[in-house]
Structures are given as C-alpha cells and as structure tokens.
DNA sequence: TGTAGGCTTTAGGCATGCCTCAATCTGACC
DNA sequence: GGTCAGATTGAGGCATGCCTAAAGCCTACA
C-alpha cells in the first residue's frame, strides 16, 4: 500500500471525521475550511489521493473514502484519540488542551510506541470527549446517538461524545461539570436541564457538539 | 529569535553533539556523512544557519554554534533525552531502542508537554545512556571524563556515558551487563575487565562509544 | 614550486504542499 | 431556457530541503 505523508493523513482524517457527525459525504470546500487551507490546494492533494487509492472523487463531486483510505484515516485517529487519553490521565492535561498536541504528535509516533501507550492505558475504548478509539485493526463501536441541537425538546440522555473541535466549548462544559456520562435532558436548543435540576444555557456551537444517547 | 524548522535543528544539534564527542570543530564533510546527506545540502543549510545567527561560517571552514545556536541545540538535545528517559522508564523500551523513536519525537512535541514529561520523571539529570540531560535554561554539568579507546591501559573508572548511536553496541553492552555506572579497567584498546575479574573483548565501535571518569 | 586529490561550493533540478488569480463548471432561480 | 453566484479546477509561483554534476579552493607531498 501507498505510504502516506502527515498532510495526506490530515486530509483523510478530517474526510473521515466528516462522516463521524456528518451523513453527507464531505466537499473539496468544506474540507479546505476544516483544514484551513486554500480550495485549490484540495484539488491537488485530492488528485494525488484519488491515483493512490484513499479517495473516490469524480470531479466537481464530493469526496469520500475508499476502503483502503477509510483503514488509513481510522489508524490516524486511533493514533489522535489514544494520545489524547494518555495526555489527559498521565500528564495532567484537560480535555480542552489535548487537540493540537495530539493533532502533531499523531504523525509523529510509531506504530511500536502506539501499541506501548495503549497497554500503559489498559487497552482505552473512548478517548476524554467520548470519542470511540478504533482497535488496530479499525474497527470501532458505533452507538446510535443524537445530536443535542437535532434532539427533540423533552428528549432526555447520556452525554456519549463531545467534539473536541472548540476548546472553549470544552472549558464552557467543564465548567458546568457537563461530560461523557453526565444525565441531560433537551428543554430546548439552547437550554438543558442538569440531574440536579437546574437549567444550563448552552451555545450554539456546544450544542452541536454533544451527542446524546438516543 | 528565528524560528527553527526541524531540518534546521538536527543541524544545529549534530553540531552541538560533535562538540560533546570531539575538541575539533565539525567539518560540513562530517556533517553531511552524520546527517546522512549530500555535502551540498549541508552547504545551502549552513548558508540559512549563518545568516540567521546560529552558526560561524567562513566559506571552506569548519562549523561552529554561535551562542545562539548553542541554546537552539540543547534545547533540541534537551527534549531528545528527556524523551529517551521516558520511554525507558515508563514504556518499557530498552536504551537502544529509543533513539530513533526521541528523533521524531523532538521535533513535535510542545513545550508544555516537555515540561509535564519531565516533572512526571522528577526532573532527570541524565538520560538512560549516562548523557547529561540539559536544564531549560541550557546549562548542563559536564564531568571530566576520558574515552575508553584513549584510556591508558590500566586505566579503571566508571562508565559516565555510552553513545546512543549504534544500536548494535548498546545491545552488545547491555547483554555483557556494562551501562552506565559500571566499574571498569582497561586491558587494552579492545580488552576490559569486569569486576568480577573476568575479561570482556570490546569493538572498536564500542570502545570509542564509553566514557569512563577519569 | 607544482600539482593531484579531497573538500567545499555553485548551478540546476525535483518533490511536497502551500498560495493567488483566472477559467470553468454546476445548480438554482427567474 | 438563460443567467449568475458560488464551487471547483487549472496555471503559474514560492519556500523548504533534498539531489547530482561540475567548478573552485586548499593542502600536502613530491
């Protein structure tokens, strides 16, 4: 198989990451944005992608991953997920302060360090946001969930994931002791109400990012 | 100060490292056979060196770090040792396996995690070879010390340091029992004696990887 | 003193991965 | 069915960091 460089990685990491919170399959200018990057520049690599065999792109089309990127970008962030739990319980970092550490070192790190870190943790399932960490042979559990934002006024749950996209989001959270396994229920998009009973007012963008037992 | 790509710092820390080895200031030869790279590499990365203020260069000359450069370099050596410290101790890695492994390493993780490895390892002062670790203001105690291919023979000292770039010789010593810490005497440039008596043949390689106090 | 051979530098190229700017396509709305 | 905005692509450039090949320098030895 083709070897791919930390740039390619990021593209089909981001691609998958799409499909995690996302049904439609993602554009070349969603995928600049998420990257930062020039829509042009996503044309480039998405031609390079496409000749190795990570991506299956008609031009002027979306993008979505082959078999063989879909392996490639579920070992990158297996690699992401299970620095960010080793971050969080063995060097004092909170959830908000792990994504860039984690976003370089994840290119960084050998497949032999990978599997040390992960028999240090215990073999993790979900990394601090919830977040499933594929087995090295990618697979991963998907438990039905509900965006908080599309969930139903009434509707009632388990906080399953948080999107460590914003750390201020993150910290918000925190703050008001909201995170994987805390009891929600929906009042409605910007309001939930905590086990204790008291009402919480959430972003926008916090609500979503939490995922709820369905 | 001007930043530093990774490329730019294996430079400056190979530079800093020959100066710990050898009295002689580098030659761009040795440092392109180091490196692993064309003589003509070396030269156009020495050109950015200069003008930025880390390294002394007059055409056909040897290299030397400026005082700048020097901070650069142990900060970079810093982080290398600190990495390979913590791989031994809390990865079960053994110390011929980690040099690869701290050379990617160095070049991506931050500052803060630098910080947080090392207070996790109660602030080490020499890494799993013997090398001295350098403190975050760049200092580093140095400890008279005589390589063991100069040592006269009958010399006997305690191994302070055994270079960490040749695998072969670190697996080779480690399975004789010899790290830092060990009593030795000399034989000759390729005999040694243990303490229990007993008479040890060494490679050249080897004799010119250990540092003994002098 | 002259010169061979090694070291260093220069010149010209290549791959990666980004950019800007301009051209082309697509889909939605009139 | 035509038009237009926005998305996508293509062309041409730039920085980094490496390469090979050729030219220039330097020294040691005859």
New interface residues.
Partial sequence: MKPTTPAAEDYLKTIYAHTEWQPDPITPRVLATRLGIAPSSVTEMVKKLAADGFIAHVPYGPLTLTPAGRIRATAVVRRHRLIETW?VR????TWD?VH??AE??E????D??LE??EA?LGHPTADPHGDPIPAADGSSERVPAVLLADAAPGHAGTVLRVSDRDPAVLRALAEAGIGPGSRLAVVDATTVRLPAGELHPLAAEAARAIWLTS
């Fill in positions: 971050l063995e060097l004092g970092y302060e860039d550490e370089v070192l290119h960084a790190i050998s032999r360090l040390a870190i240090h």
